[in-house]
Nanobody, 128 residues
Framework: QVQLVESGGGLVQAGGSLRLSCAAS????????MGWFRQAPGKEREFVAA????????VYADSVKDRFTISRDNAKTTASLQMNSLRPDDTAVYYC?????????????????????WGQGTQVTVSS
C-alpha cells in the first residue's frame, strides 16, 4: 500500500521560510517522479514543482521559481520542498504526489492527472 505523508506546514510571516517533507512508503521510491501541488481556498489545485526519479531534472511553476527548491533523498524515501521568501498568496494546502510513469518531461510533470498517488496535504499559511 502506497503512502505519502506530508509534514512541515504551518503559519509563517511573509518573507519567511518553511520546509515541507513528504515521507513515502510502499513503493520503489527511486523509480517515481515526485511532484508538489497546492490548493488555495476556492481555487483549483495547481502545480508547484516536480523532480525526476534520480533528481537530475526539476521543473517549477513560474510563481515559485527562484523561491522554492524541490529535492529528494532516495535513501530515505523522502521528497522535500524548501520554500523561501514566502508571500501571502502562497497560502494553500500543499500536496505531494508520486507518478508511476517514470517518463520525464516538464510538461507531463505539471499535469496533476499524470500522478497516481497523493498525500493528505499540509496547510501552509503566510500572514502579511
Amino acid at each position: 500500500q502506497v503512502q505519502l505523508v506530508e509534514s512541515g506546514g504551518g503559519l509563517v510571516q511573509a518573507g519567511g521560510s518553511l520546509r515541507l517533507s513528504c515521507a513515502a512508503s510502499g513503493l520503489t521510491f527511486s523509480a517515481y517522479p515526485m511532484g508538489w501541488f497546492r490548493q488555495a481556498p476556492g481555487k483549483e489545485r495547481e502545480f508547484v514543482a516536480a523532480i525526476s526519479p534520480i533528481g537530475g531534472n526539476t521543473v517549477y511553476a513560474d510563481s515559485v521559481k527562484d523561491r522554492f527548491t524541490i529535492s529528494r533523498d532516495n535513501a530515505k524515501t523522502t521528497a522535500s520542498l524548501q520554500m523561501n521568501s514566502l508571500r501571502p498568496d502562497d497560502t494553500a494546502v500543499y500536496y505531494c504526489a508520486a507518478a508511476s510513469d517514470p517518463f520525464w518531461s516538464s510538461l507531463r510533470r505539471r499535469d496533476a492527472n499524470k500522478y497516481d498517488y497523493w498525500g493528505q496535504g499540509t496547510q501552509v499559511t503566510v500572514s502579511s
